[in-house]
């Protein structure tokens, strides 16, 4: 079955340590993005990117670093100059944009809650 | 600037009851506006999708109204039922980019 797959789903980090979460796609889409989401607030945009070995910061970027090196696969390092990590984060791809009707498919989530 | 507005924020209805729950949008240029359905804990997942020509589309007890000149859109629920309860987001793609604009989504509550 084609799909979005984020890893793990619960992730608990100690202040101070980097983590990164797994955002792996077999739909043979272009575009891949990273969301952050906090109760009571919309998806923020984390960063996203069009093409392989290309990405672009998002309205929050700081404390975050991706990389592309695979189309299918765009993981998301959570470092410790990111102050309030504590979050649910959700992984986003869509194929290219000259595509009609466009759409956003997204993962499950993780969880990260800094203990 | 490019925005999406939903209204209300949160909403709670009987069981059975209908709803309808607010999108306003300032993106532009325009494409198409879909509303997904977020249960909590999980990811979104699509429930509709409205292009610029299309003013209303069903998807079972889901109806969703598009008035591309004042920028409005809605989904009415039908018949609540309790696994309506959830988060809906408004999402509006503009033809240009591949940037997605989310709306702060409405907290949908039914009680039995």
């Known amino acids: 079955d084609g799909g979005i797959t984020q890893s793990p789903k619960y992730l608990f980090r100690k202040e101070g340590q980097n983590v990164t979460l797994s955002c792996e796609q077999n739909?043979?889409?272009?575009?891949m993005y990273w969301y952050r989401q906090d109760p009571g607030q919309g998806l923020r945009l984390i960063y996203y990117s069009q093409i392989v070995n290309d990405f672009q910061k998002g309205d929050i970027a700081e404390g975050y670093s991706v990389s592309r090196e695979k189309k299918e696969s765009f993981p998301l390092t959570v470092t410790s100059a990111q102050k309030n990590p504590t979050a649910f984060y959700l992984c986003?791809?869509?194929?290219?944009?000259?595509?009609?009707?466009?759409?956003?498919?997204f993962g499950q989530g993780t969880r990260l809650t800094v203990v | 600037k490019n925005q999406v507005e939903q209204s209300p924020q949160s909403l709670i209805i009987l069981e059975g009851k209908n709803c309808t729950l607010q999108?306003?949008?300032?993106?532009?240029?325009?494409?198409?506006l879909r509303w997904y359905k977020q249960d909590t804990g999980r990811g979104p997942v699509s429930l509709t999708i409205?292009?610029?020509?299309?003013n209303t589309k069903s998807n079972g007890r889901y109806t969703a109204t598009l008035d591309a000149d004042t920028k409005q859109s809605s989904l009415h629920i039908t018949a609540s039922q309790l696994s309506d309860s959830a988060s809906y987001i408004c999402v509006v793609n503009p033809n240009t980019g591949n940037q997605f604009y989310f709306g702060t989504g409405t907290s949908l509550t039914v009680i039995p």
């Open positions: 999108c306003n949008y300032t993106v532009s240029p325009f494409s198409n």
């Open positions: 986003a791809s869509s194929p290219r944009r000259q595509v009609v009707n466009t759409e956003a498919f």
């Open positions: 739909l043979n889409h272009d575009a």
């Open positions: 409205m292009t610029f020509s299309e």
